[in-house]
Nanobody, 125 residues
Framework: QVQLVESGGGLVQAGGSLRLSCAASGRTFSSYAMGWFRQAPGKEREFVAAIRWSAGSTYYADSVKGRFTISGDNAKITLYLQMNSLKPDDTAVYYC??????????????????WGQGTQVTVSS
């Protein structure tokens, strides 16, 4: 099991930037990929970005492509999400997650085994 703790959320004006961090502990060596998801009030949890550790490959939802960047350290200890050009539609609770199995892609929430508690991001217009 991997324990995950997110930080870095907050209130920002539209057009601004935030950097989320996710600190991992426990069986971090067992994760093949990590990702960021978000959930706005009254909406389903949705995929934001993921990174596959073996190849360093990154994947993004269309809604954040070109604005958000996922990265992490090689020891799989910390995951980041740099968010630029933020929009009010980006307002949500952001969760980081770790997957311990190999899949072709990591955009589905059910593929992740461990989740953090979430951090609130609010973008004002």
């Amino acid at each position: 099991q991997v324990q995950l703790v997110e930080s870095g959320g907050g209130l920002v004006q539209a057009g601004g930037s935030l950097r989320l961090s996710c600190a991992a502990s426990g069986r971090t060596f067992s994760s093949y990929a990590m990702g960021w998801f978000r959930q706005a009030p009254g909406k389903e949890r949705e995929f934001v970005a993921a990174i596959r550790w073996s190849a360093g490959s990154t994947y993004y939802a269309d809604s954040v492509k070109g604005r958000f960047t996922i990265s992490g350290d090689n020891a799989k200890i910390t995951l980041y999400l740099q968010m630029n050009s933020l929009k009010p539609d980006d307002t949500a609770v952001y969760y980081c997650a770790a997957a311990s199995r190999i899949y072709r892609d990591y955009s589905a929430a059910w593929k992740y085994d461990d989740w953090g508690q979430g951090t609130q991001v609010t973008v004002s217009s």
